[in-house]
Structures are given as structure tokens and as C-alpha cells.
């Protein structure tokens, strides 16, 4: 019986961090682990072991989130006593290592401040990171994901400013020096892929037109194929119907990119439609989902295969607190068609949002 360990993570109004696992009929067997007000958990392998853990910030203070906690996944649904690095404070963070020793790093932005400022937790090679550091030379900023953009082998950061994306060029040594800049106004989401099949990074990024009442400036999503030297060509424009968070038109949640239609292109999956790759840093016409399916607040948080069929399926958020909370499964046919099922409800998904408090 094919089983994927922990797909999900997701937060009740409790406040409890609650793991799902998946059997190939697929079932869904649920298991809560208390870790009280978090702040961002993601899920992360810290200890390479190909075993997802999950990383997250402690207890909300007036100083903000502080330290950041590891659970180590045991197997078997279990997870270790916390490992907590003293000092290292991450929202929303970035993994990599940006100092080539080997070790994972994380890097996030200090969101106690205003405007935030972003940082690095230097990893140490034992689950647990060094105190937060500022990045040098970058006055504010939020790292939203990492790749190599100047084609040096060496991890490069993705910084969210007003208005604005910039790319950090990594040196190897923990250090960064600016690199381009491209007009992004209000991320609300970034992926990194080769989208044209040069060997080199690319953006899929979604903007945010809220608020707004035309719906029709936020009905996109951006592509920027990078050249090799940390810049970019003008972005793709795609235009393609998004569910919206509320009647003001705020796009909801985010992107999944993955492969699938299984031709070795990325596609990109939004909350409404899925964008087959042609490998030119262009799109096919966006195959819509069920559209009685769309509700406000849906977006995709995840792909994988949960049936056992060698096909990739996307895992869809649905709704906020209150507002018909729960997930479904669009089971993935191997060509880029979906059916649609619906599941759990209750409770907010991880990468969605903040924790409680």
C-alpha cells in the first residue's frame, strides 16, 4: 500500500499543527502535534534523511516570533522532541546553502521591524542554526525563493521590496551583491524553474491588483526568463482566470509548479486552471477546472501523487476561517486532465498563511 508522508500540514483555530497522511485509496489518517502559537511553519528535510520535518518559529511576542524550532521526522507518522536554535527567528523562510559548507541555511526577513529586514540562520550542521544575521548591503526586503541566476553554481536569493523584485547574487561565502531588479507590485507568489529549457533559472511570479474591483489586474501570472548573468528578458504575460480571495479581486493564495502531464516540462497550476509547459517559456491555453468548483479563498498548496497511479495530483485549499475551510484533491489522468474529489474540511493550510494569534 503506496503511502506519502506527510503531504499536508495545516493549523486548527486551536492552534494545533495537524499532520495528514495519505494511502493509495486514498484515505486520509490524522495526527495532531501540539506546538502552540507558531509562526509560519513550513515543512523542510533539515537532517537529510529525505524524511520531511517541519521548521517553524515559536510564540508570538511583542517583539515578534521568536526562536526557531525543529521537529525531525522519525518515520511512521512521528516526530522528535523540539530542537530549538536560540536567536534564529524565520517567517516565511528560504532553504539552501549559501555558504557552500555543506550544511542547510535559512533565510527569512525580521518582520518585528518595519520595513523587514532580511536575514540569514547559518546552519550548523546538527538540526540546529546560528543566531539570525542581517544580509549585508540590503536595507529591507523578503526572501521569497532561491536559484542560481547568473549560472555560477551558486545559490542566489529572490528579495520581495515595494514594488519591486530584486535578486541577490550569492558569492559562496554567505555574502550577496545586488543584481537586477524587475517590476513586481505586490507579490503575492514566486517559483523558480527552467521554463525554456536553456539550463538557466527562471520566475513564474504572481502579482496582486488588491484591492481592486476589476478583477481583471491581478487575471495574470508573469514569467521572466532569466538570461544567465542575473537579469532577465521582459516578463510573459499570461493571462488566465483566477479564483478570487474576496469580491474585491485579491488574488488567492498561490502557484504549484510540477510536471503534470509527465513531458519533462514544468507546468504551473494556479486556482483555477493548469498551464501545460511547452518548454519555450510559453504556455497552452489554460485548461480550466470545474468551474462549480470554485469558491473564494481557493488555491493550490501542493502536488503529489496520492493514488499510486504514477500520476501527479494537486491538493487545493478552499475558503478562510468560517467561510467553508476544507480541501480537495484534483486526481491528475497523466495528460494534464484532472478529476476533481472533494475531502477534509476544517482548519487553515500551512503555506497559506500565518499561524494562529
Not at 495537524?18 to 502535534?33: G, S, T
Not at 519591486?164 to 551583491?177: A, C, N, P, S, V
Not at 504549484?256 to 486552471?273: E, L, Q
Given at each position: 500500500m503506496l503511502s506519502v508522508p506527510?503531504?499536508?500540514?495545516?493549523?486548527?483555530?486551536?492552534?494545533?499543527?495537524?499532520?495528514?497522511?495519505?494511502?493509495?485509496?486514498?484515505?486520509?489518517?490524522?495526527?495532531?502535534?501540539?506546538?502552540?502559537?507558531?509562526?509560519?511553519?513550513?515543512?523542510?528535510?533539515?537532517?537529510?534523511?529525505?524524511?520531511?520535518?517541519?521548521?517553524?518559529?515559536g510564540a508570538r511576542t511583542t517583539?515578534?516570533?521568536?526562536?526557531?524550532?525543529?521537529?525531525?521526522?522519525?518515520?511512521?507518522?512521528?516526530?522528535?522532541?523540539?530542537?530549538?536554535?536560540d536567536g534564529c527567528v524565520i517567517q516565511f523562510g528560504v532553504a539552501g546553502d549559501f555558504n557552500r559548507d555543506g550544511k542547510l541555511d535559512l533565510a527569512s526577513a525580521r518582520w518585528s521591524t518595519a520595513p523587514p529586514v532580511p536575514e540569514i540562520c547559518y546552519g550548523r550542521g546538527d538540526s540546529t542554526f546560528l543566531p539570525s544575521q542581517r544580509i549585508e548591503g540590503v536595507s529591507d526586503g523578503v526572501p521569497l525563493a532561491s536559484g542560481d541566476f547568473d549560472a555560477d553554481g551558486k545559490p542566489d536569493l529572490v528579495l520581495a521590496r515595494n514594488g519591486?523584485?530584486?535578486?541577490?547574487?550569492?558569492?559562496?561565502?554567505?555574502?550577496?551583491?545586488?543584481g537586477s531588479a524587475v517590476s513586481a507590485w505586490r507579490v503575492v507568489d514566486v517559483h523558480v524553474a527552467d521554463f525554456n529549457a536553456d539550463g538557466l533559472s527562471d520566475l513564474a511570479v504572481l502579482p496582486n491588483g488588491c484591492p481592486s474591483t476589476d478583477c481583471s489586474s491581478f487575471n495574470r501570472i508573469l514569467i521572466f526568463l532569466g538570461q544567465g548573468d542575473g537579469s532577465f528578458r521582459e516578463p510573459v504575460?499570461?493571462?488566465?482566470?483566477?479564483?478570487?480571495?474576496t469580491l474585491t479581486c485579491c488574488p488567492?493564495?498561490?502557484?504549484?509548479?510540477?510536471?503534470?502531464?509527465?513531458?519533462?516540462?514544468?507546468?504551473?497550476?494556479?486556482?483555477?486552471?493548469l498551464l501545460l509547459g511547452?518548454?519555450?517559456?510559453?504556455?497552452?491555453?489554460?485548461?480550466?477546472?470545474?468551474?462549480?468548483?470554485?469558491?473564494?479563498?481557493?488555491?493550490?498548496?501542493?502536488?503529489?501523487?496520492?493514488?499510486?497511479d504514477g500520476h501527479l495530483d494537486l491538493v487545493m485549499h478552499t475558503g478562510y476561517e468560517g467561510e467553508g475551510v476544507g480541501a480537495y484533491i484534483l486526481f491528475g489522468q497523466g495528460d494534464g486532465a484532472m478529476r476533481y474529489e472533494k475531502y477534509a474540511s476544517g482548519g487553515s493550510w500551512l503555506d497559506s498563511k500565518p499561524g494562529c494569534g
Open positions: 506527510i503531504l499536508l500540514l495545516r493549523f486548527t483555530a486551536s492552534c494545533v499543527l495537524v499532520a495528514q497522511y495519505v494511502e493509495a485509496q486514498p484515505q486520509f489518517l490524522r495526527k495532531e502535534i501540539r506546538i502552540g502559537q507558531a509562526a509560519s511553519p513550513f515543512v523542510l528535510d533539515v537532517n537529510g534523511d529525505s524524511r520531511p520535518d517541519i521548521v517553524f518559529s517583539r515578534g516570533p521568536q526562536d526557531t524550532t525543529v521537529l525531525l521526522n522519525t518515520g511512521g507518522g512521528d516526530f522528535s522532541s523540539p530542537i530549538v536554535s519591486f523584485l530584486e535578486i541577490l547574487l550569492g558569492q559562496g561565502d554567505g555574502t550577496f551583491r545586488q504575460e499570461i493571462s488566465v482566470f483566477l479564483a478570487p480571495a488567492s493564495g498561490g502557484l504549484v509548479v510540477s510536471d503534470f502531464n509527465r513531458d519533462g516540462r514544468p507546468d504551473i497550476a494556479t486556482s483555477s486552471a511547452k518548454g519555450d517559456g510559453r504556455f497552452q491555453a489554460a485548461q480550466s477546472f470545474d468551474s462549480s468548483s470554485l469558491i473564494y479563498g481557493q488555491f493550490p498548496v501542493a502536488a503529489a501523487d496520492l493514488d499510486g
